[in-house]
């Protein structure tokens, strides 16, 4: 009794990306990025599955490190973008969260808070992304100022983000890199540059603390393979079943719009999944889906909650045959190439009506 749309969510595979994410990089400076919910995959379950072996997790923003608290996480949470108002300074010492500071608002509030006692500060050099970060005319006084308040914590990591490491072959990470050398040489504290594609593409980006996030998924960043990407195994496998088949006629049109005709007599399932549970809308004819294992194409325009298969070509299918549309047999990112978005996108937007099952 209950629809057969869900996500599994396999915690085993979870594990073992965590783990190789540990053998790339410093063993006890692997932090998991859990933010956005965990990427879609539930970031309760995914923390306290992590828990004991994280040193520390990072999430964006502090309502989803509170959350975390409220669920009895208890270690160190990295704000990755740090504060947007100056009175979550004083909650994040309170709470053991740690704060990015990538501006001089940051600064200042930190440096003008009362807290009891000092904050633990990441401050994040602008290499060439553009996005957050001190420039480098401004970055060396605003780690001294940092350096010198009594309200931050002796040690300051110091850190950057790599705007193209998922491209094995563009020489900006190498640039960035050197840029951030420049920045930092003859200051004696960690670093961390390493995002999921630095970590596994990019032996020079596994310095001091590593931030994966979306390799711990399972999913490649790359388009190309790459030895140790291939490693991973996917966490998320979205499921469903058939819960409808019709023959029909050559020339017949199948769902909104009529926008795909059949040209021979055709066999068409319906799917119990549509974009309100994050399939995207956008699919066009022809993304693959598996039934029973086996390939089918899905045709006409995706729905709220159905999707259509064409099953001509297979046999065996029948009301109730599962369905993966994406996971271990269909690489998401292959889902992703189809509709022009990344798999980043389909698993973070995935609403909460798909329940998550846990397994492993
Ligand atoms: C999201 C994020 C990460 C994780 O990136 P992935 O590509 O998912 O591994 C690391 N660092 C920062 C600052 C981030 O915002």
């Known amino acids: 009794m209950s629809r057969p749309t869900k996500a599994l969510i396999d915690l085993t595979a979870l594990r073992h990306n ?25 970031a309760i379950h995914i923390a306290r ?28 949470i990295l704000l ?20 990015m500071v990538e501006n001089k608002h940051q600064v200042q509030a930190i440096v003008d808070a009362s807290l009891l006692s000092p904050v633990t500060a990441w401050i994040k050099a602008d290499t060439g992304m553009n996005r957050l970060g001190f420039q480098a005319s401004e970055f060396s006084s605003a780690y001294q100022q940092l350096k010198q308040s009594p309200n931050v914590c002796d040690e300051i990591v110091l850190s950057t983000h790599l705007a193209c490491a998922d491209d094995l072959s563009n020489p900006f990470t190498l640039e960035q890199m050197a840029r951030f050398s420049a920045l930092t040489t003859g ?34 960043p790359f388009t190309v393979r ?78 709220m909650d159905m999707t259509m ?19 271990s047999n269909l690489p998401i990112n292959e889902v992703a190439r189809h509709t022009a978005t990344s798999a980043y996108e389909l698993m973070t937007r995935m609403p909460s009506r798909v329940p998550r099952i846990y397994l492993g």
């Open 18 to 42: 965590y783990a190789l994410a540990c053998r790339l990089g410093p063993q006890d400076k692997t932090l998991a990025v859990i933010k956005a919910n965990a990427y879609g995959h539930g």
């Open 187 to 220: 200051l004696n504290e960690p670093v961390s540059l390493a995002n999921s594609a630095g970590l596994l593409g990019w032996q020079q980006a596994r310095a001091g603390w590593v931030r994966p996030g979306f390799m711990l998924y399972g999913v490649s």
């Open 49 to 76: 599955e992590l828990e004991a072996a994280v040193p520390a997790f990072g999430v964006a923003c502090i309502e989803e490190a509170l959350a975390l608290r409220q669920a009895g996480v208890n270690k160190p």
């Open 309 to 327: 298969v064409d099953i001509t070509d297979l046999s065996g299918v029948s009301v109730g045959s599962p369905v993966e549309l994406w996971g």
């Open 226 to 303: 790459q030895a140790d990407a291939d490693q991973l195994k996917p966490v998320m496998q979205l499921q469903s079943a058939v819960i409808s088949i019709r023959n029909i006629a050559s020339g017949e049109a199948v769902g909104y719009g009529g926008t795909w005709s059949a040209r021979r007599p055709s066999a068409i399932a319906t799917v119990a999944i549509g974009y309100g549970d994050g399939y995207p809308q956008q699919a066009p004819q022809n993304t693959p889906v598996l039934i029973n294992g086996q390939r089918a194409p899905i045709v006409g325009r995706v729905s």
């Open 80 to 99: 990755l973008e740090g504060t947007f108002t100056a009175d979550e300074v004083a909650i994040a010492v309170e709470q053991n969260f740690w704060l």
